[in-house]
Structures are given as structure tokens and as C-alpha cells.
T-cell receptor
């Protein structure tokens, strides 16, 4: 069965410090993996995607993620947090079918 | 692309009433999805259309729920005899494997409150 586990429901960082949001997946097939961000009262916006090309993926707003098949992980990082990064982040797997399977989300709080 | 559009953005209804939501996908996308998101949870898959054909319905989609996508363009999601447990954000998404690397594009959602 395909699934996504986001290991932290809440993460707090200080502005200017690194961000790490953790995601592990389970898939029987070579998956596509995505990170989406959801700001309050806004739609889901794609941050970045992995689709079997380079394992280190760069996205918008300085975010990047590394696909590690041996660890079945796809953690999201950013070197320096900004106040505007405060939002809900979702790790999503598409296991080679049409369906997108979401994690339960990680709420990122950025402290001034 | 004008993006995925959903209407209405908010709906408050009394328990037992019927409601209908509309989704206009990105025009060249042949795949359309409905998801439901409750507070503090990630979106959960409800149903999937490829063109006008509804190819999968989640067990979450009880017989009070029906979705259509006539002519493979816009889609509607109807909930009959609404219950308080139906209160949630209903998200529509579209995608095309021919473009964009396979990601889904989401609308801003319709927030349903059943009172």
C-alpha cells in the first residue's frame, strides 16, 4: 500500500535559521513526490516535485528536497527561514497511478 | 492558464439541505480530482475523472455524494441531505500527464459549513 508519513505535525524555527520538514513514503512503484504549501485561506501551491530525474530537487522560495530511495525519504529543507514561510506543508506521493496521496501535514511556525 | 476555479468559495447550509459545488479545471487538463480536507488533516481523495469518465470513487464518498463531469470539462459535486459531518473544505484539482511533470493543480476550495 502507498502512504506518506510526515514525522512532525508542528515545527517552530526562528527567522533566519534552517528549516527541516521530514517526510517518509511507502510505495510499491517508483513514485513521483511533491511538496505543497498551504497558506491560511489560500489554495495548495506546488513547492517542488521529484519525478525520477535529479535526486536533489530545487523549488520555489529557496526550498529544496532530496529523494533518498534507500531511506524512503523526501525531506524538505530551506537554509534560512522567512516569516512568510509560516504555513502548512504537505508531502504528497503519486505512486505511478493517477492518485495523489497526502501526508497529514506539518505546520511551520517562524518566530521573529 | 487561469488556474483551477471553484465556486462558491464558502457555503453555509442547514442540515438536510442539498448543496452543489462547481469546479472549472485548467482547460487542457483531462484529469480531474475531488478531495476533502477537514481541520488539521491532509486532503483525502474522493473521486477521479479522466475526461468525462468517473474512474474511481473513494469509500468516503457515500451514496449522498455524486459527482459529474459532463463533456469532460467542468465538474460538479453534489451532496444530498447534508449532515454536520460533511463540514469540510472541498478541493478540486486537475492534471495532465502530457504536461507539467505530473503535478496536480489545486483550486482554492469550497468551504462547507453545515449548521
Amino acid at each position: 500500500a502507498q502512504s506518506v508519513t510526515q514525522l512532525d505535525s508542528h515545527v517552530s524555527v526562528s527567522e533566519g535559521t534552517p528549516v527541516l520538514l521530514r517526510c517518509n513514503y511507502s510505495s510499491s512503484y517508483s513514485p513521483s513526490l511533491f511538496w505543497y504549501v498551504q497558506h491560511p485561506n489560500k489554495g495548495l501551491q506546488l513547492l517542488l516535485k521529484y519525478t525520477s530525474a535529479a535526486t536533489l530537487v530545487k523549488g520555489i522560495n529557496g526550498f529544496e528536497a532530496e529523494f533518498k530511495k534507500s531511506e524512503t525519504s523526501f525531506h524538505l529543507t530551506k537554509p534560512s527561514a522567512h516569516m512568510s514561510d509560516a504555513a502548512e506543508y504537505f508531502c504528497v506521493v503519486n505512486p505511478g497511478t493517477y492518485k495523489y496521496i497526502f501526508g497529514t501535514g506539518t505546520r511551520l511556525k517562524v518566530l521573529a | 492558464d487561469t488556474g483551477v476555479s471553484q465556486n462558491p468559495r464558502h457555503k453555509i447550509t442547514k442540515r438536510g439541505q442539498n448543496v452543489t459545488f462547481r469546479c472549472d479545471p485548467i482547460s487542457e487538463h483531462n484529469r480531474l480530482y475531488w478531495y476533502r480536507q477537514t481541520l488539521g488533516q491532509g486532503p483525502e481523495f474522493l473521486t477521479y475523472f479522466q475526461n468525462e469518465a468517473q474512474l474511481e470513487k473513494s469509500r468516503l464518498l457515500s451514496d449522498r455524494f455524486s459527482a459529474e463531469r459532463p463533456k469532460g470539462s467542468f465538474s460538479t459535486l453534489e451532496i444530498q441531505r447534508t449532515e454536520q459531518g460533511d463540514s469540510a473544505m472541498y478541493l478540486c484539482a486537475s492534471s495532465s500527464r502530457a504536461r507539467g511533470g505530473g503535478e496536480a493543480f489545486f483550486g482554492q476550495g469550497t468551504r462547507l459549513t453545515v449548521v
